[in-house]
């Protein structure tokens, strides 16, 4: 699977948009892009999920630029409770293929 | 429906003790997978199952042992814990289904800390 790289850290503003970027120039056209998330000691959260067309859900939306190297996560009005790690994942869309965490960006959602 | 169910939730070994970790879920879910999380650190995985006798290695499978033999249980064993094992462990579950669509169920997460 390609890798991906996210920044540590972020921060955010409540009510304001948290626009979390992901590289992933290595991504193979049979790759779909993943975000999670994982408030404080929790087990992770899935959030959305995406080939090359933007999505959008009641969590989040998802830009995947066109090229596909790289993708935007947006938390449209942020609020304390979204203050969590973010991980974008790159995997294969093959039934039992297991999905790989990296580090992740902490976002930091302040009032 | 409970989920994806772990236990314990705490535990305490001793260096050279083994201990099991118990995983079940109740939704019929065909795949399942064991991650550990280390302070600070994103999620490994250590195995992983497709269905029932079917069990693969995952990055970090060494000191640990799995089995399924049915769909519900997937327990993650630990022969002679070691103090590089303390973590949090996670397990999770999905469909065929769910599964293309990325979405993994995850249970509430097992401390071990190994002394």
């Known amino acids: 699977d390609a890798k991906t790289t996210q920044p540590p850290s972020m921060d955010c503003a409540e009510g304001r948009a948290a626009n979390l970027p992901c590289n992933h120039s290595?991504?193979?056209?049979?790759?779909?892009v993943y975000w999670y998330r994982q408030i404080h000691s929790q087990g992770p959260q899935y959030i959305i999920h995406g080939l090359k067309n933007n999505e959008t859900n009641e969590m989040a939306s998802l830009i995947i630029t066109e090229d596909r190297k790289s993708s935007t996560l947006i938390l449209p009005h942020a609020t304390l409770r979204d203050t969590a790690v973010y991980y974008c994942?790159?995997?294969?869309?093959?039934?039992?293929?297991?999905?790989?965490f990296g580090k992740g960006t902490t976002l930091s959602v302040s009032s | 429906n409970a989920g994806v169910t772990q236990t314990p939730k705490f535990r305490i070994l001793k260096i050279g003790q083994s201990m099991t970790l118990q995983c079940t879920q109740d939704m019929n879910h065909n795949y399942m997978y064991w991650y550990r999380q280390d302070p600070g650190m994103g999620l490994k995985l250590i195995y992983y199952?497709?269905?029932?006798?079917?069990?693969d290695k995952g990055e970090v499978p060494n000191g640990y042992n799995v089995s399924r033999s049915t769909t519900e249980d997937f327990p993650l064993r630990l022969e002679l814990a070691a103090p590089s094992q303390t973590s949090v462990y996670f397990c999770a579950s999905t469909s065929r289904g769910t599964d293309l669509t990325g979405e993994l169920f995850f249970g509430e997460g097992s401390r071990l800390t190994v002394l």
């Open positions: 994942i790159v995997r294969v869309y093959q039934a039992g293929t297991a999905l790989i």
């Open positions: 290595t991504i193979s056209g049979n790759e779909y």
């Open positions: 199952s497709v269905g029932a006798g079917i069990t």
